[in-house]
Antibody, heavy 123, light 111 residues
Framework: QLQLQESGPGLVKPSETLSLTCTVS??????????WGWIRQPPGKGLEWIGS???????YYNPSLKSRVTISVDTSKNQFSLKLSSVTAADTAVYYC???????????????WGQGTLVTVSS | QSALTQPASVSGSPGQSITISCTGT?????????VSWYQQHPGKAPKLMIY???NRPSGVSNRFSGSKSGNTASLTISGLQAEDEADYYC???????????FGGGTKLTVL
């Protein structure tokens, strides 16, 4: 059974870089049919897609965050990572990683999801 | 403001059926059959309930069904149960530079 687990600091200072890693178990991150994505959810608010990466390193980013986001993949560790620079309080959210379906060159559904990790931006 | 429009809340009594709508444009919901629906209980991660408009993943109850007409997708839950009380989000591929859009979420209350 495929499982994803986020890890990283729960507190980041304003203007610094948020860094999270998602570890995939029970399957290979090098699957040809899937991207691997990051989604966030501010407290009490809805879901926002951040970006997704293919095992080859090909990426798609949300244009609203693209200037601050870098997603990378390490196939040897079955992991992918998120870096979000110049964070502010508005970046405080639960960050989820998820497998992202990719078919006919289109990004589709997310499944499964990691349990999520709360990252708070505060000095 | 979310790219896809969902009602903020819906409610129903046990045993009843409810429908949650998700309205987009011809660039997303109306143009592609890549609409998905997620259930999220408080403090939990979202769970995929419907993908590609009307397909149910293995293990999801057949009380959940999805459909689409024009620019509006719908999630119907029949035979409402207390455990269905949760937030529901729709999502769609979009041909805009955003690639992926979510709805603002709908809180389902089982009376």
């Amino acid at each position: 059974q495929l499982q994803l687990q986020e890890s990283g600091p729960g507190l980041v200072k304003p203007s610094e870089t948020l860094s999270l890693t998602c570890t995939v178990s029970g399957g290979s991150i090098s699957s040809s049919s899937y991207y691997w994505g990051w989604i966030r959810q501010p407290p009490g608010k809805g879901l926002e897609w951040i970006g997704s990466i293919y095992y080859s390193g090909s990426t798609y980013y949300n244009p609203s965050l693209k200037s601050r986001v870098t997603i990378s993949v390490d196939t040897s560790k079955n992991q992918f990572s998120l870096k979000l620079s110049s964070v502010t309080a508005a970046d405080t959210a639960v960050y989820y990683c998820a497998r992202h379906d990719w078919q006919w060159l289109v990004l589709g559904w997310f499944d499964p999801w990691g349990q999520g990790t709360l990252v708070t931006v505060s000095s | 403001q979310s790219a896809l429009t969902q009602p903020a809340s819906v409610s129903g009594s046990p045993g009843q059926s409810i429908t949650i709508s998700c309205t987009g444009t011809s660039s997303d919901v109306g143009g592609y059959n890549y609409v998905s629906w997620y259930q999220q209980h408080p403090g939990k991660a979202p769970k995929l309930m419907i993908y590609d408009v009307s397909n149910r993943p293995s293990g999801v109850s057949n009380r959940f069904s999805g459909s689409k007409s024009g620019n509006t997708a719908s999630l119907t839950i029949s035979g409402l149960q207390a455990e269905d009380e949760a937030d529901y989000y729709c999502s769609s591929y979009t041909s805009s530079s955003t690639f992926v859009v979510f709805g603002g979420g709908t809180k389902l209350t089982v009376l």
